[in-house]
């Protein structure tokens, strides 16, 4: 079986996931090859276990201040351009695409009729999990951006749905500091970020962002370019995550028992509909609006919550699709949560 597997490259959810992935396809020495778009070839790094891999520009999302810009995402998008892209993808040597949110691989298979099967955290949010900012315009983003023929979703509970649990991959906890805070805001100003954390001098915040603020931030806020090693590293030794709402930054702190403090990107259903479904499992405190000292204030006190020990969902998903019956997702789904002991308070819920 030969496989394609296309990946969205907007943000680094969709990237942690592949890696978990690439790794467990290698183990069971499958023959794949991976596609990406949503970000220039040059903006993507730490990317070795893909081998020789494909960029497109494909469709992304633009953002401003912290929140989603409609205007820019219409004028940035190349439409003729992905138009091109996805009729130029030559599948014809494949048996299989998979697909992580990425619409040229996705548009590509639909038309040349090669099956396709999706993995992602948005094809969770077709099932009635706990949203925010539902809309004809979202749903129609869910099933049309990158449309499959299977689509297998991930989230941090089954909700009483046959969806995945997390793709996770942590450095091990070898010693916590607990006034050693993580932040990664990377939809936030980094002006608003240092003004946002300078009244807290009791603690270290290690701040990672793609730029720069404008003038040398307190000694207690050490900046740093993304580092996915330094990252990995920071997030199992810190005594709590100070965040965006998404997917995968959340999943690898529930994993390591760390608490966390989030600021949705707004505009983003995907982002918004975290916060609903964290809030409903106690997962998290959120600031709903704004960068709010007050909320971080009362968040550094709170205690750490209970780490949760998700299993190994790749090499598990890469012996379903190499066996090829692809008929009953769902009971791999029910096998997966077998192995995870939720808290208690999590038990019970529902949307």
């Not at 004028?75 to 003729?80: E, I």
């Not at 297998?152 to 050693?180: R, Y």
């Not at 805001?185 to 980094?190: K, Q, R, Y």
Request: aromatic share 12%; charged share 20%.
């Amino acid at each position: 079986m030969r496989i394609l597997y296309g990946v969205q490259g907007t943000g680094n959810g969709h990237l942690s996931r592949a890696r978990v992935m690439a790794k467990a396809l290698q183990k069971q020495g499958a023959n794949v090859d991976f596609f990406f778009s949503g970000r220039s070839a040059d903006q993507f790094f730490d990317m070795q276990c893909f081998g020789h891999y494909q960029v497109q520009s494909g469709l992304t999302f633009s953002t401003e201040n912290g929140r989603v810009s409609v205007a820019k995402t219409a004028k940035q998008n190349a439409w003729l351009g992905f138009i091109k892209d996805v009729k130029s993808l030559d599948l014809s040597g494949y048996d299989l695409v998979l697909n992580d949110f990425e619409p040229v691989s996705a548009w590509a298979a639909k038309n040349q009729g090669i099956p396709s099967i999706g993995i992602s955290h948005q094809a969770a949010l077709n099932f009635p999990v706990p949203k925010m900012g539902d809309s004809w315009f979202n749903d129609m983003m869910l099933s049309y951006f990158a449309p499959v023929d299977i689509a297998l979703g991930c989230h941090w509970h089954h909700f009483g749905f046959p969806i995945l649990p997390p793709f996770v991959e942590v450095d091990v906890v070898e010693q916590q500091l607990a006034h050693q805070i993580l932040v990664y805001l990377p939809f936030e100003s980094p002006d608003e970020i240092v003004k946002f954390l300078a009244p807290f001098s009791d603690y270290t915040f290690l701040v990672y962002h793609a730029a720069k603020p404008t003038t040398k931030p307190s000694d207690h806020i050490r900046w740093h370019g993304f580092d996915r090693d330094g990252f990995k590293a920071a997030m199992a030794s810190c005594g709590g995550v100070v965040g965006n709402a998404g997917f995968e930054l959340a999943s690898e702190a529930l994993t390591l028992g760390k608490k966390l403090l989030i600021k949705p990107l707004l505009g983003q259903f995907e982002q918004l509909s975290n916060v609903a479904a964290l809030e409903l499992l106690g997962a998290a405190e959120c600031m709903k609006t704004c960068l709010d000292s007050n909320a971080l204030r009362r968040w550094l006190k709170a205690p750490m919550p209970e780490a949760i020990a998700y299993p190994e969902v790749g090499d598990a998903l890469v012996n379903w699709l190499l066996k090829g019956d692809w008929s009953q997702p769902e009971l791999l789904c029910q096998s997966l949560w077998q192995e995870v002991s939720l808290p208690l308070s999590w038990q019970k819920k529902s949307p």
